[in-house]
Nanobody, 115 residues
Framework: QVQLVESGGGLVQPGGSLRLSCAAS????????TGWYRQAPGKQRELVAMITRGGNTNYADTVKGRFTISRDNAKNTVYLQMNSLKPEDTAVYLC?????????WGQGTQVTVSS
């Protein structure tokens, strides 16, 4: 059984920073890529960033240069460092491990960017 637990969300002012973490149970973390999605109210879920098991990354254009994804395979944890946050970054952030048989999602952590 794979479980993903996100943490690190909260309320931050525009221009501020947050670091999200997603800890995975089970043994699949180091095998597959992993990433972060987000979903704002009334909008579709969208990709924020992905990282392969070897550390190659890709980002949504809207976060390039501001967000950094990383992973620690020894700790079964993926991180999302978010800098220069904007109000439009407000959303529930969810981590994902995609596998050939199913996608594993966390419950999400709320990020609110507001003054």
């Amino acid at each position: 059984q794979v479980q993903l637990v996100e943490s690190g969300g909260g309320l931050v002012q525009p221009g501020g920073s947050l670091r999200l973490s997603c800890a995975a149970s089970g043994t699949i973390f180091s095998i597959y890529p992993t990433g972060w999605y987000r979903q704002a109210p009334g909008k579709q879920r969208e990709l924020v960033a992905m990282i392969t098991r070897g550390g190659n990354t890709n980002y949504a254009d809207t976060v390039k240069g501001r967000f950094t994804i990383s992973r620690d395979n020894a700790k079964n944890t993926v991180y999302l460092q978010m800098n220069s946050l904007k109000p439009e970054d407000t959303a529930v952030y969810l981590c994902l491990i995609p596998t050939p048989t199913r996608n594993y999602w966390g419950q999400g952590t709320q990020v609110t960017v507001s003054s």
